[in-house]
């Protein structure tokens, strides 16, 4: 599988992960992220690590650190939200608004027949996630989110409680779509704030899944 690398400099990698790849083992196996650090070290004697997380169906910007310090840094940048983070998603209906913010807490649940996943709750962790229509097609919305927060299945949730509709494909907060094989949601750009040094900066170009239902690539 090949692993486009958007950025690369001394400290930092972000490569264009593909929808489908997790990051962790499956418990059924299968292949993930670390079958991949080895040729993404790229002469460095470490392997890289991911920094933060994409769900296994979500693509696009996955930052990874070079070394352990970078590593700390990067982490806390994201705990103290100096990272700039934007998603392309596709939402099983049509927006009447253009754009707006959600706010909406979120706590984890889990079942012994559902197994676990992530509700608004009032007593749950805050979540801020500001978002934007960009296009309507055929019943479905291509929406820009700006998650502002970093929680667990956020813009799933966001779009469900929030929006009022689930992401395209969703088969935990909403339902499968036969003309598409995933949840229907990119990570098209990342921004991580440095201080003095500069950015570290990738974009990500929309994947071929969602020209099957009718978007094409946002204006910037």
Request: glycine share 8%; aromatic share 6%.
């Amino acid at each position: 599988m090949d692993l486009p690398i958007l950025f690369e400099d001394g400290e930092a990698l972000v490569i264009d992960k593909p929808a489908g790849l997790p990051l962790d083992r499956p418990r059924a196996g299968g292949p993930c992220l670390e079958d991949y650090l080895e040729q993404l070290k790229l002469g460095f004697q470490r392997p890289p690590a991911p920094v933060h997380r994409l769900d296994q169906d979500t693509s696009g910007c996955l930052l990874l650190a070079r070394n352990p310090k970078a590593l700390k840094r990067f982490s806390a940048a994201f705990e103290e939200r100096q990272v700039d983070k934007t998603y392309i998603g596709l939402v099983a209906g049509e927006l009447a608004e253009e754009a707006g913010t959600i706010e909406l807490a979120l706590s984890k649940i889990s079942s012994e027949k559902d197994g676990w996943r992530m509700i608004a709750a009032k007593k749950g962790k805050p979540a801020m996630t500001h978002w934007e229509r960009l296009a309507v097609h055929d019943g479905v919305t291509m929406v820009r989110f700006k998650p502002v927060t970093g929680r667990t299945h956020q813009i799933r949730i966001h779009a469900l409680a929030g929006l009022g509709f689930p992401l395209v494909g969703d088969p935990v907060y909403g339902k499968k779509d036969r003309r598409v094989t995933r949840t229907m949601l990119h990570a098209s750009a990342l921004i991580l704030h440095r201080g003095d040094k500069p950015p570290v900066a990738a974009t990500s170009s929309l994947p071929a899944d969602f020209a099957i239902l009718g978007f094409e690539e946002p204006d910037a």
